[in-house]
C-alpha cells in the first residue's frame, strides 16, 4: 500500500466515494483540504479522517480551489458532477465542469504543482475493449465530453506551462461509502442494497453486458502513485479483468447468502454499452499498479462491510430502495 507523508494536498470531491477513500489513505501523514459541494458528498464519508486533526473542509465549489490559503503540494481533482444523468437533466453542467477546470489549472500552473485528476472509462464508449488509453474516441454524450475537455486542457497546460498531470480512467469503481451518491451508484451497491432486504434488482437486455469492476482501494493506489507523473499522462485505472452482470449478481447472491432471481426488462437504451475492459499495461509499466483486489474478494469486503448498506443506519436507505426499485441504467 502506497502512502505519501509531509505534503499539503488538496482533494476536491473529497467528501464523495472515491475522494473520501483517498482522504482516509492519506490523512495520517498529511495535512489535507477538502473542497466539495456536497451535490453527492457527505459529511459521513469525512467522520473517520475528521478525527486525524488534519483534515478541513471547504464546503464550495472546486472552481474556488485557490480561495483558501493553503499552498498545496499536491492537488487531486475529483469534485466534478459524476454522473451522465445529471447532465443529461442540465446539459450546463458541462460548462461549469470546464471552467472549473480551468481554475484547477491554473490554480497548479501557479504553484508548480502536480494535478492528478478523475476521467473516466466512458470516453471509450462505442470502441471495442480492451481499452487503450490511445483509442480514438467517439462524441456520445455530456459527461464524456466535460471529461475529454479536461484531458485535452491538460494536455494545453503540459505543452505550454510544463504542467505535470496525470489522468485517471477510472472504470466501474465500486466499494463502501457510495450511500450519498444514491441512485448514482455503482451498481453492484445498488443491487446490494436491494438484495439485502430481498428486492429483485432489474436489468437491462439479458445480464451478459460485461463491466471492468474495480474495488475503491484499488483506485486509490493508482491516484497516490500518479502523483508523482512528470508531463501530462493519461491511465487506465481499472483491473483488466471484466465480468457480466449476471455473474456479479451470482457473487452477491452468495456472499448475501440469498438466492434472489433478477428481473429482466427490454434494452431501453439504442448505444448501450456492452463491455467495458481496461488494457492495463501502461499503468502497470509506468506506475507499477496493478489491481490487486478480484471482484469476488472484493464484494466479501463490501457485504461485511459496516458502511455499505443499511446496517449503518443511514438515513438515506429508505428513499434510496424507493429510488432504486425503478430500472437502472449500468
Ligand atoms: N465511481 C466511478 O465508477 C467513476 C468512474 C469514472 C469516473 N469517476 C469520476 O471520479 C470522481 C469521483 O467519483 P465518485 O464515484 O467518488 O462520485 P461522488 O459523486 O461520490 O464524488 C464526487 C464528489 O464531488 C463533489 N462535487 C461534484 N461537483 C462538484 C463541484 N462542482 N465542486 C465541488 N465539488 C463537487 C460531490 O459533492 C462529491 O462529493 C468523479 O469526478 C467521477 O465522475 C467515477
Redesign the pocket.
Known amino acids: 500500500m502506497t502512502t505519501l507523508s509531509g505534503k499539503n494536498i488538496i482533494v476536491?470531491?473529497g467528501?464523495?466515494?472515491?475522494?473520501s477513500t483517498l482522504v482516509d489513505r492519506l490523512c495520517t501523514n498529511n495535512k489535507i483540504l477538502v473542497?466539495?459541494?456536497?451535490?453527492?458528498?457527505s459529511i459521513g464519508n469525512l467522520s473517520k479522517a475528521m478525527k486525524s486533526g488534519n483534515v478541513t473542509l471547504k464546503r464550495?465549489?472546486?472552481?474556488d480551489i485557490s480561495k483558501p490559503r493553503f499552498d498545496a503540494d499536491i492537488v487531486y481533482h475529483?469534485?466534478?458532477?459524476?454522473?451522465t444523468p445529471m447532465y443529461k437533466k442540465d446539459p450546463r453542467l458541462l460548462g461549469?465542469?470546464a471552467s472549473?477546470m480551468i481554475n484547477v489549472l491554473e490554480y497548479v500552473r501557479e504553484h508548480r504543482v502536480p494535478l492528478v485528476f478523475?476521467?473516466?472509462?466512458?470516453i471509450y464508449n462505442g470502441v471495442k475493449p480492451p481499452h487503450r488509453e490511445d483509442a480514438q474516441y467517439k462524441v456520445t454524450d455530456y459527461y464524456t465530453e466535460g471529461r475529454i475537455f479536461a484531458e485535452r486542457a491538460s494536455e494545453l497546460y503540459g505543452l505550454l506551462y510544463d504542467s505535470d498531470i496525470a489522468a485517471m480512467r477510472?472504470?466501474?469503481?465500486y466499494g463502501p461509502k457510495?450511500r450519498?451518491?444514491r441512485e448514482?451508484a455503482?451498481l453492484i451497491s445498488q443491487f446490494m442494497w436491494l438484495m439485502e432486504k430481498g428486492h429483485r434488482p432489474v436489468i437491462y437486455g439479458d445480464g451478459t453486458q460485461k463491466r471492468d469492476f474495480i474495488h475503491v482501494d484499488d483506485v486509490v493506489e493508482a491516484l497516490v502513485r500518479a502523483h508523482a507523473v512528470k508531463g501530462f499522462k493519461v491511465y487506465n485505472v481499472g483491473t483488466g479483468s471484466s465480468h457480466t452482470v449476471n455473474s456479479m449478481v451470482g457473487v452477491l447472491n452468495e456472499k448475501l447468502g440469498t438466492a434472489i432471481k433478477p428481473k429482466y426488462i427490454k434494452m431501453p437504451i439504442s448505444n448501450y454499452v456492452r463491455e467495458t475492459l481496461a488494457d492495463t499495461s501502461k499503468a502497470k509499466r509506468e506506475l507499477g499498479f496493478s489491481a490487486r483486489i478480484p471482484l469476488d474478494k472484493g464484494i466479501s469486503m463490501l457485504t461485511g462491510s459496516k458502511s455499505a448498506g443499511r446496517r449503518q443506519g443511514d438515513p438515506n436507505s429508505h428513499t434510496l430502495l424507493k429510488r432504486t426499485t425503478k430500472p437502472i441504467i449500468t
Open positions: 476536491t470531491g467528501a464523495g466515494f472515491i475522494g473542497v466539495d459541494n456536497m451535490h453527492t458528498g464550495s465549489s472546486s472552481a475529483l469534485g466534478m458532477y459524476s454522473s461549469k465542469v472549473d478523475a476521467s473516466t472509462s466512458s477510472f472504470f466501474s469503481v457510495e450519498a451518491k448514482y455503482n
